[in-house]
């Protein structure tokens, strides 16, 4: 158990729906990570937050978007969804906001576009 | 941005040394080596990270070559639950604002009973 939290564990729904998911970072770490994996692109980051503000933007598309709150958690919104955008959804979190020592991932949340 | 290749698969037995090789021959000076593996559908666990020395933690062993365009991720005796895709990453640790993160494809690792 990394101590990062997503509810989400499934989420099934239509093309043109939009869906929220939530990553609960672990105690104390101010920086969250989203990153998408699905089975042919492999996985991608998608956005970074730190402290409440956007840190680091990858390979995410505007029909995307995503905010961190005071309390530190954060939802990723997708929009207008597409059946390509069924994937699995982490969300990783760290203390600091290098983006790569030891991030500490979530278990995912499976998105299923119908 | 400092590419990596992994070879797509590799065997080991259980309870031998696992050597997950690593290529990273554009990688610049403050550039550090990541690996971080993924057990089937779960969320990618960080592994061990080094710049030049060799590094050592409870889970593994990280030797960078002298001339830091390879590594290799030793696992020094591989266990059933070792089996994973196993992801050699080259990044600075503070990325710029448009920066991309790239995992790659990874090797995955079969630990054959």
């Known amino acids: 158990d990394s101590g990062v939290t997503q509810t989400p564990k499934h989420l099934i729904t239509a093309t043109g729906q939009r869906v929220t998911l939530r990553c609960s970072p672990r105690s104390g770490d101010l920086s969250v990570y989203w990153y998408q994996q699905s089975l042919d692109q492999g996985l991608q980051f998608l956005i970074q937050y730190y402290n409440g503000e956007e840190r680091a933007k990858g390979n995410i598309l505007e029909r995307f978007s995503a905010q961190q709150f005071p309390d530190l958690h954060s939802e990723l919104n997708l929009s207008s969804l597409e059946l390509g955008d069924s994937a699995l959804y982490f969300c990783?979190?760290?203390?600091?906001?290098?983006?790569?020592?030891?991030?500490?991932f979530g278990p995912g949340t499976r998105l299923t576009v119908l | 941005d400092a590419k990596t290749t992994q070879p797509p698969s590799m065997d080991c037995a259980e309870g031998r040394a696992a050597n997950l090789p690593c290529n990273h021959s554009t990688i610049s000076g403050n550039e550090y080596v990541y690996w971080y593996r993924q057990i089937h559908s779960q969320g990618p666990q960080y592994i061990i990270h080094g710049l030049k020395n060799n590094e050592t933690n409870e889970m593994a062993s990280l030797i960078i070559t002298e001339d830091r365009k390879s590594s290799t991720l030793i696992l020094p005796h591989a266990t059933l639950r070792d089996t994973a895709v196993y992801y050699c990453?080259?990044?600075?640790?503070?990325?710029?604002?448009?920066?991309?993160?790239?995992f790659g494809k990874g090797t995955r690792l079969h630990i054959l009973p």
């Open positions: 990783a979190s760290s203390v600091t906001p290098s983006l790569y020592n030891e991030q500490f």
């Open positions: 990453i080259v990044r600075v640790t503070i990325l710029n604002r448009d920066d991309k993160i790239i």
